[in-house]
């Protein structure tokens, strides 16, 4: 199992706007984070926000190119790391090229509502920061997904401590030389254990 990755899902009526930029290809079900790509208005300009499909977390992009939608993925992961644990990013791939660009027709009920609240509070903002400032008190308010209800930014959070801890528990208790294989290899067994467990 590779470092977790991210995909970012396009309306097919959307495609156009990226395919120039960016392969695009049918959506497959994969490991790792999936990221909805959605347009919004924001004072009259067109900008991009991305909705998680695992905890409905909302990211606004700086701007509708590629480059800055996937730059605005890993930043929200990054921001929401373990505080003072610099080896947590063993977990997550933060390489733009192992990002995935595919197209979907559907959106998840959870996704789609998220989607609409975000739009409902971007409307009556006057500039991007403002903007912003609605998302991340978005992104503070209870969703249910899955039947289980939780804040998208500590569903997000809860997950990278888990993997973070899952992470410290096979360094200390695994075999120098088992480690060593694994990463040989390109095995990261501890992603197991944590992302794809529950999920």
Not at 13 to 37: A, C, H, M
Not at 130 to 138: F, G, N, P
Request: glycine share 6%; proline share 6%.
């Amino acid at each position: 199992m590779p470092l977790l990755t991210h995909q970012l899902l396009l309306h097919p009526d959307i495609v156009g706007r990226f395919v120039l930029q960016k392969p695009v290809t049918p959506y497959e079900r994969s490991v790792g984070f999936t990221w909805y790509v959605c347009p919004v208005k924001i004072a009259n300009e067109q900008e991009w926000l991305l909705v998680n499909a695992e905890f409905g977390y909302c990211a606004l992009a700086d701007t509708g190119s590629a480059p800055d939608i996937e730059r605005a993925a890993l930043d929200a992961i990054d921001l929401h790391l373990p505080d003072g644990r610099e080896d947590d990013k063993v977990s997550v791939s933060f390489n733009p090229d192992s990002i995935r660009w595919h197209t979907a027709a559907k959106m998840p009920e959870h996704v789609a509502k998220r989607y609409e609240q975000a739009l409902k509070q971007i409307r009556k903002c006057s500039n991007c920061h403002d903007a912003e400032d609605e998302i991340e008190q978005l992104n503070d308010t209870a969703l249910t997904v899955g039947g289980r209800t939780f804040t998208p930014a500590e569903g997000l959070e809860g997950l990278l401590l888990e993997l973070a801890d899952h992470y410290s528990h096979y360094i200390k208790t695994t075999p120098w030389w088992k480690v060593w294989w694994h990463a040989k290899a390109d095995q990261q067994p501890w992603l197991a254990q944590g992302f794809g467990r529950k999920r």
